[in-house]
């Protein structure tokens, strides 16, 4: 094979690329990830769907629901704040799926396909950036919080665990968005698909109002929804309590009902979004 | 010669079409192979197959002695591709573009920033590299994208319509460019639509159509397939195009064709330069004024007519006038 080129020939400087596939695919998921945190300073709407649009969300429902919500047993901004925190960054989630979907449809997809990177690296790296900005998401919406009324009643390493699982549960969405980013042919049909799936998903839930008002198989719905659990699953560990939680196993145990969840979609649309990627061509 | 890159039976269907139709092709180690074809004739299908974006449905393929279906990531590690349509990412400056994609050939974190430079400067970039791409031009783009399939400095080339969109002088800059990669022994595949850049770059051109090879061989060899040369002569004054048919079927080696509207005679000879100056002394001795005449050499343009029965797209100025090689203005 490359015997047959003569010394004349450059030798390929990627024949130097580290034996260690692991580590070359780890480093490559890096690349990419800085890609795409470079990406949200140079796109201002990125920049303010991911810097304003929380805030925006928690002023919001804090006072013009607020006044209209009261419940018993704690202070709606209180109760309110986790599930906005599941809201945001589950619809922080679609930032993967159209993100893939440009790329494919400008051709830069099949730049990477030609490089010899890892190939599941791309779609690592990309959701990878999504916690990033989930990250940063986060921070401004607790600090928002706190200034409108929402407190961390057990201590900051719970706290801490609280924005975790959350993070976990919105990193499984990302790559249930990266398939349908790979799948549909532009960036807009990603929104539209996804606003059409996410709307619903986080508004039968728990996370604005206490699902016990809820028509019967509506909260059913709600009561199993995993977007309940990581709510409730935050809310427990941020220490905001004091509602009777539904009898229901998956909200007794949010912690591990969410988990489940989680390992499931992992399972499922990694595989899917990796096969989608072969075969995802531009044009 | 090994051929580094090897084609045989390939064939790709869209649907009851197909775009690749058994196409196969190889090109000598350290050569230029340039596939010239109309619109849609399945050029970028043939290259997304050797470059692994695309499977082919039959047929084989190998770059470098490996199979681009049974190794694709052994190809990917030898080749460099700067696809038809520029692959830059908008939201990244030139450097960072290039940085990219040296880290990801692993390039080491010093190296892959010097080269990154490196090809900024060669590619007229070095003022706008600090500049997020989405501002570049569509030449800066085509630029920035080709050094991005140079930055690993790949021994096997892939280059789909390298020079569409630029101005004169970055093409010409952009043929340099390649001459040289090939001079350092890169073995390169292009397809062009420009007749003239096949000319002159390439060892060998393939003629494709409706996913097939229709013709091959060298420019001049392909010339030749379509006749040698003929001397073009524009007379004066209409009352003289017997005379002149008369002069001109005696050095012709077929018959002469004459456009009265024009007043254009075309007369195929062989000999050349020798014919045309026999030619010459007689029309003057019979005293034709020659309003241009000239000795012209088959184009590409007229190869790819006569092939494809169509003639290319074409915007160049320059391709579909081509200039007579001896001329002799009025007499
Ligand atoms: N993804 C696709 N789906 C359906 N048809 C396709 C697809 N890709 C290519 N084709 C068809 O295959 C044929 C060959 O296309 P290809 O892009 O290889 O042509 P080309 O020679 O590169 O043309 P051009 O000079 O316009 O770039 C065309 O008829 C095209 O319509
Ligand atoms: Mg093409």
């Known amino acids: 094979m490359t015997a047959t080129l003569q010394p004349s020939a450059p030798a390929p400087v990627a024949a130097q690329r580290p034996s260690n596939p692991v580590v070359s695919a780890l480093g490559d998921g890096v690349v990419i990830a800085k890609r795409n945190v470079i990406k949200i300073k140079r796109v201002p709407e990125l920049l303010v769907f991911t810097l304003l649009s929380p805030i925006m969300f928690i002023l919001l429902f804090a006072y013009v629901f607020g006044s209209a919500i009261p419940i018993e047993g704690i202070n709606y901004r209180e109760f309110l704040v986790g599930g906005i925190f599941a809201q945001t960054v589950i619809f922080g989630a679609t930032i993967t799926g159209a993100g893939l979907a440009e790329d494919v449809q400008k051709g830069i997809m099949d730049r990477f396909r030609s490089l010899p990177m890892s190939r599941a690296a791309v779609l690592f790296g990309r959701t990878a950036s999504d916690v990033i900005i989930n990250v940063i998401t986060l921070v401004i919406m607790a600090l928002t919080g706190l200034a409108v009324g929402w407190r961390i009643r057990e201590g900051l390493l719970k706290a801490l665990l609280g924005f975790a699982i959350i993070l976990l549960f919105a990193y499984a969405i990302s790559w249930v968005m990266a398939w349908i980013g790979l799948l549909v042919p532009s960036p807009e049909v990603v929104n539209n698909a996804s606003f059409m799936f996410i709307f619903p998903a986080t508004f039968i839930a728990n996370t604005f109002v206490p699902t016990d008002g809820f028509p019967s198989a509506l909260r059913f719905v709600a009561n199993w929804n995993p977007v309940s659990s990581v709510t409730q699953a935050g809310r427990e560990y941020f220490g905001n309590t004091g509602l009777p939680v539904p009898d229901v196993w998956a909200l007794q145990h949010p912690v591990a009902y969410t988990l489940i969840w989680t390992v499931l979609i992992l399972l499922v649309f990694v595989p899917l979004s990796v096969r989608q990627f072969k075969v995802a061509a531009s044009r | 010669m090994a051929d580094v890159i090897t084609a045989s039976g390939l064939v790709k269907r869209y649907g009851e ?303 579909d006038s081509p200039a007579p090689t001896t001329k002799a203005g009025q007499q």
């Open chain 2, 17 to 319: 079409k197909a775009a690749l139709d058994g196409l196969d092709l190889t090109v000598p180690e350290g050569t230029i192979l340039a596939m010239l074809g109309p619109n849609g004739a399945g050029k970028t299908t043939t290259v997304r197959i050797l470059t692994t974006l695309l499977e082919p449905d039959e047929g084989t393929a190998t770059v470098a002695g490996v199979d681009v279906r049974k190794d694709p990531s052994g190809v990917r590690a030898l080749i460099g591709l700067s696809g038809q349509y520029a692959a830059v990412d908008e939201y990244l400056t030139g450097y960072e573009n290039l940085d990219m994609i040296g880290r990801l050939y692993k390039l080491g974190r010093k190296q892959s920033k010097a080269r990154a430079r490196e090809l900024l400067e060669r590619f007229d970039l070095a003022d706008a590299g600090d500049r997020v791409a989405k501002g570049y031009s569509g030449g800066m783009r085509r630029r920035l994208d080709l050094a991005g399939a140079l930055v690993a400095q790949p021994p096997v080339l892939f280059l789909d319509e390298p020079t569409t969109g630029l101005d004169p002088r970055s093409r010409s800059g952009m043929w340099d460019v390649i001459r040289e990669l090939v001079a350092q022994g890169t073995t390169l595949l292009l397809t062009t639509q420009y007749l003239e850049e096949a000319d002159r770059l390439a060892d060998d051109i393939v003629v494709v159509d409706r996913g097939r090879i229709i013709a091959q061989g060298t420019a001049d060899s392909l010339k030749s397939q379509v006749g040698g040369e003929r001397i073009e002569l524009v007379v004066e004054h209409a009352d003289q195009l017997d005379q002149a048919r008369g002069v001109l079927a005696g050095v012709a080696v077929g018959e002469v064709a004459v456009d009265e509207h024009t007043r254009r005679l075309t007369a195929p000879v062989t000999g050349g330069g020798k014919a045309l100056q026999e030619a010459l002394r007689q029309l003057d001795a019979v005293g034709v004024t020659a309003l241009d005449v000239g000795l012209r050499r088959p184009t590409l343009d007229d190869v790819f007519l006569s092939l494809t029965g169509h003639a290319a797209e074409d915007g160049e100025d320059g391709t």
